[in-house]
């Protein structure tokens, strides 16, 4: 094999590594935890709710699924807005390394799973 060749080979193999890293991004990399703080609102216990994007590239419109979603907090509209079975996150603004957090408080806490995001790869 010539150098040249040993070279392309090089380059096309570093590519598709890279590539196929990229393409490893997927809903999957949004985890979101909650935690039950020490604070009651109204008598309900309340729930910590952090989401981290372990992708490296970012994530915009970002919705988790919320079916019969219920809180006695408010939540700022700008973070977690509900809308029927899906809520977006961070007014479907991009998610990159700070994670979002917010609270809310009812008698039980709500899966809260990653429904739909788009993937934005620079
Ligand atoms: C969520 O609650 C846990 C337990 O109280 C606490 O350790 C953590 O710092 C809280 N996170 C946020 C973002 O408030
Ligand atoms: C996203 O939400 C729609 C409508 O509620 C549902 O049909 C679909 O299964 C959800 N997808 C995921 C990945 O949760």
């Given amino acids: 094999m010539g150098d040249s060749t040993y070279k392309v080979l090089c380059a096309v193999i570093f590519l598709v590594l890279i590539s196929h890293g990229y393409s490893q991004c997927s809903l999957k990399d949004l985890s979101v935890t909650q935690q039950k703080t020490a604070v009651k609102v109204k008598g309900k216990p309340e729930w910590n709710v952090t989401i981290t994007n372990n992708c490296p590239c970012v994530q915009t419109n970002v919705k988790l699924n919320c079916v019969g979603f219920q809180t006695v907090e408010p939540i700022d509209v700008t973070i977690f807005s509900v809308s029927g ?25 709500f899966p809260l799973n990653p429904n739909s995001s788009v993937i934005a790869c620079s």
């Fill in 85 to 109: 079975d899906s809520c977006l996150v961070n007014a479907g603004q991009p998610i990159y390394r700070d994670p979002i957090t917010f609270k809310y408080a009812w008698d039980n806490s």
